[in-house]
């Protein structure tokens, strides 16, 4: 049967999912297909999405985007990673970076080694090992191809940037790449009577627009699908429990770190996220167990500058849509779910979702088994990097309030419980091909929130007890050089991002 390609896409709210789809979409499909975004100016963004992980690079590199451009436009830093304060025991640090930490020996992984010499009582701290954390602590950053390669590889890297600098950094490029907006407010939305299908949707001007494929970007309100088409949404808050965050920005304040914090405090977490021009902050918090009030003064109690504007308070329930997917409605950002902002997923999510979508691009016939795959790698995703963030929360030793000493009693799905119990059992992490984050993640993680394994790997009884110290000695070396070379953060920034 000849297919029948889809002619008109029309993507709805302009907040960074909108721009990300219409910039990745006018990049990428033909020119045949037009593409409309509408968002209204009567609805503010959430906009508060400023911390990244690596793979946005890709995005980056797929757009065709200058780096350097990039930062500069969205006043962007570098980020090597998460500082963990006060999580697996208060008073206590860890950092998950975006690096291995170590390197491996004979294809054996390096926490092994790092294991047998500490039961031995001869290895450092995990992160001594980690050129990551020890770049972070030197408070310097320069992708390492610049200065000079390490045994151990580079550095893994994303940003920092100004979430509404971004979009609009994004519009531009849209826009260019033939993308119309319109600006409205949404008041409608029809739906064929026969298939379900949405037909088209109404602006309060009165127009209104029809499309083959419409993309719901709405935000959390899912206007196309929770609103129009009734899709349900899965509640993952007995597992994830914040569900309100309250955040501020203020002044810039040096030196400027490399890395995002996340403190823990009684009843949910303090986000710490520098820019070139400004701090962002925030307290992510469950108001089962703190009011609002309490919420926004222990904010205010623990910036390190004056604040530029006024606290502003958000909403959110933590899960995801049942189906991601349905009929000709695809949701992208925060319409699809929201896995709250502890390892900064939810940009990653919308361009991960973007990318499945155009590789599973459909025509008008709107295929059921394209629909159903496309659901089913998604909520695989979603699981995946769920399991990730309820080990922050259940894997401590803090009961000193109410809100800890739920997450630390609380039932954790199976499969994180297993993944748990076989590193402490072995050392291992054996990971599924769809997870987003890697081994060293995990194990960043888990030694961090405090698994101690119990036993290694016998591989690492090949090396004698002086071969042992030789090489754990040598990567600490390579790491001393590697960071000794690399420019401070800020100079880095000025020297290559700053003037343009
Ligand atoms: P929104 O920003 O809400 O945009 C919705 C758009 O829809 C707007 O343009 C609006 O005008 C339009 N719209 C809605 N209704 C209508 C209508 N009726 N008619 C016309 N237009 C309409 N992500 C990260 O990756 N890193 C982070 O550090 C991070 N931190 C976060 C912290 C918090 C507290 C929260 C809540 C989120 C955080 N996120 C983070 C998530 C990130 O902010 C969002 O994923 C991202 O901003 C995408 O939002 P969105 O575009 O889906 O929705």
Redesign the pocket.
């Known amino acids: 049967m000849a297919r029948q390609p889809i002619e008109r896409v029309l993507i709805?709210?302009?907040?960074?999912?909108?721009w990300i789809t219409a910039a990745a979409m006018s990049k990428l499909l033909p020119k045949s297909i037009k593409i409309e975004l509408?968002?209204?100016d009567a609805?503010r963004?959430?906009?508060?999405?400023?911390?990244?992980i690596p793979q946005i690079r890709r995005l980056n590199m797929m757009l065709g985007l200058d780096e350097m451009e990039f930062v500069r436009e969205t006043k962007g830093t570098f980020k090597l990673g998460i500082e963990f304060n006060n999580w697996g025991g208060k008073g206590e640090s860890y950092i998950h970076t975006f690096g291995d930490v170590g390197m491996p020996l004979a294809s054996l992984p390096f926490q092994h080694y790092w294991l047998r010499a500490k039961e031995a009582g001869q290895a450092d701290d995990l992160w001594q090992y980690s050129l990551h954390r020890r770049a972070c602590d030197a408070g310097r950053f320069a992708p390492l191809e610049r200065v000079g390669r390490t045994p151990m590889g580079g550095l893994s890297y994303a940003f920092h940037f100004d979430?509404g600098l971004y979009a609009r950094y994004l519009r531009k490029f849209a826009e260019a790449h033939g993308v119309t907006r319109t600006e409205?407010?949404?008041e409608d939305v029809a739906l064929d009577s026969e298939t379900g299908f949405i037909r088209s949707v109404s602006l309060k001007s009165g127009e209104v627009r029809e499309a083959d494929l419409f993309i719901d970007?709405?935000?959390?309100?899912g206007?196309l699908i929770g609103g129009a088409l009734g899709v349900d949404y899965v509640d993952w808050s007995k597992w994830l429990p914040c569900n309100r965050?309250v955040?501020v920005p203020c002044e810039r304040t040096d030196p400027l770190l490399p890395y995002t914090k996340a403190t823990a405090h009684d009843a949910g977490w303090q986000w710490r996220?520098p820019l070139q021009h400004r701090t962002g902050n925030?307290h992510?918090f469950c108001d089962g167990f703190t009011t609002e009030e309490a919420a926004t003064e222990t904010l205010l109690a623990h910036l390190d500058a004056p604040t530029t504007a006024d606290p502003r308070p958000?909403r959110?329930t933590t899960g995801r849509r049942k189906d991601f997917w349905h009929k000709n409605c695809v949701s992208v950002?925060?319409?699809s779910g929201f896995l709250e902002?502890l390892e900064?997923?939810?940009?990653?999510l919308?361009q991960s979702n973007v990318s499945r979508l155009l590789e599973l691009f459909p025509d008008k016939s709107f295929n059921p088994a394209t629909i159903r795959e496309y659901n089913r790698v998604v909520g695989k995703e979603y699981e995946l990097i769920r399991d990730f963030l309820v080990l922050h929360y259940h894997q401590t030793e803090r009961e000193d309030t109410e809100f800890w000493r739920y997450c630390k009693n609380m039932d954790v799905p199976d499969s994180l419980r297993e993944k748990m119990a076989l590193f402490e059992e072995s050392g291992t992490i054996y990971r599924e091909a769809d997870d987003l984050f890697r081994d060293s993640s995990w194990i960043q993680v888990m030694v961090g929130q405090g698994v101690a394994p119990t036993a290694y790997h016998p591989m690492a009884d090949r090396l004698s007890d002086d071969q042992l110290k030789d090489f754990l000695g040598n990567v600490d070396r390579i790491i001393d050089q590697a960071v000794a070379k690399l420019p401070t953060h800020a100079e880095f920034i000025d020297q290559t991002c700053a003037a343009g």
């Open positions: 709805v709210g302009g907040g960074t999912a909108g509408i968002e209204s609805i963004t959430v906009g508060v999405g400023e911390a990244t979430a409205g407010l949404i970007c709405s935000g959390f309100r206007l965050a955040a996220i925030g992510v958000l959110f950002g925060l319409s902002p900064s997923t939810s940009i990653h919308i």
